[in-house]
């Protein structure tokens, strides 16, 4: 691990100014990514930008019937709360879903949106990786792509989104406010977050540079019978090949998002309305633009059995 410098923010609009005008400059809360990927190098902070102390641990509920949850709550408290629970279960399941209990009570709101990509290739620091070094080239392309992007991907890069948390909030229209190195404040809608990759797959985010979550913002319930549903390798804490959050309203309505198969949490609302008729033309709606490899050819059909699973539970 290479040296670096620290310090405690005292306000999110004083880190995020700390960090915009600190080149090389990173924040951290509970650090479970962050960390690892400093110990291989493959991020080298300057300056590390300590945001635990902001008082952004809190969920609350809005004027609107939603709830506002803070930038710096743990996924063990953000599964655990009771009004998750029985309003946005779907959220909850996929949060359990997504890694140990260790890690749970150390892993942030926000962090959980901005975890990077488990691409192999940007793990390995011998391989090209467009992600990790701009312009070098995507080793994924032609190599190891069982667990890669079958849609949204480009010629730079094939990695997927490893979030489950993040595939939950997009099912459930969630929106992420954020304040700026100047102090102003913004609201993304989770469809806006992360970007697909195009030709720069190393900006993975809407954020400006030295942009801090603040919070992210639930509307008011939905109702329906809310399904998280992931596949993986192995039944304990890998990520997922597919994964299928869903909220499905008693006439066959509803909403879907997919994990595991593209670069940001999957959701195409226009083939939603397809889901009345089933698992198989919604899927090929969804995933009409899919260009999967010979390796993971498997996730269209994986996804679309996933999804008819799910359908069946919801109905009973």
């Known amino acids: 691990m290479k040296p670096f410098t620290y310090e405690r923010a005292a306000s999110p609009a004083e880190a ?9 400059a990173k924040f951290i809360a509970g650090g479970t990514n962050l960390l690892d990927l400093m110990k291989l190098q493959i991020e080298a902070p300057t300056h590390l930008i300590d945001v635990n102390g902001l008082a952004l641990d809190k969920i609350e509920p809005t004027a609107e019937g939603g709830l506002r949850i803070g930038a710096l709550v743990r996924n063990t408290d953000l599964a655990a709360d009771a009004r998750v629970r029985r309003d946005y279960a779907l959220l909850s399941r996929a949060l359990l879903a997504g890694a140990s209990g260790q890690l749970r009570n150390k892993a942030t709101t926000a962090g959980n949106l901005l975890q990077r990509t488990r691409c192999p290739y940007f793990y390995d620091t011998n391989q090209p990786c467009n992600k990790r070094q701009p312009g070098s080239g995507c080793s994924a392309i032609g190599g190891f792509s069982r667990q890669l992007a079958v849609v949204g991907h480009s010629e730079a890069c094939i990695a997927t989104n490893p979030s489950d948390m993040a595939v939950a909030m997009r099912a459930l229209d969630a929106v992420v406010e954020t304040v700026k190195a ?38 008011p319930p939905i109702g329906g019978t809310q399904i998280y549903r992931k596949v993986r390798d192995r039944a304990s804490y890998a990520f997922a090949l597919v994964s299928v959050a869903a909220v499905v309203q008693r006439d066959g309505r509803g909403r879907v998002a997919l994990g595991g198969v593209a670069h940001k949490p999957w959701r195409v609302e226009a083939a939603e309305a397809e889901l009345p008729r089933g698992a198989r033309p919604a899927m090929a709606a969804i995933l009409a633009d899919a260009r999967p490899t010979h390796e993971n050819a498997f996730k269209v059909t994986l996804a679309e059995r996933t999804l008819h699973a799910v359908l069946a539970e919801a109905r009973g």
Request: aromatic share 2%.
């Open 16 to 24: 995020a100014a700390a960090v915009a005008r600190t080149p090389g």
């Open 182 to 219: 100047d102090g102003t404040t913004r609201a993304i809608p989770i469809a806006e977050f992360h970007r697909l990759p195009g030709d720069t797959p190393q900006i993975e985010t809407a954020l400006e540079p030295g942009e801090l979550i603040t919070a992210v913002v639930l509307p």
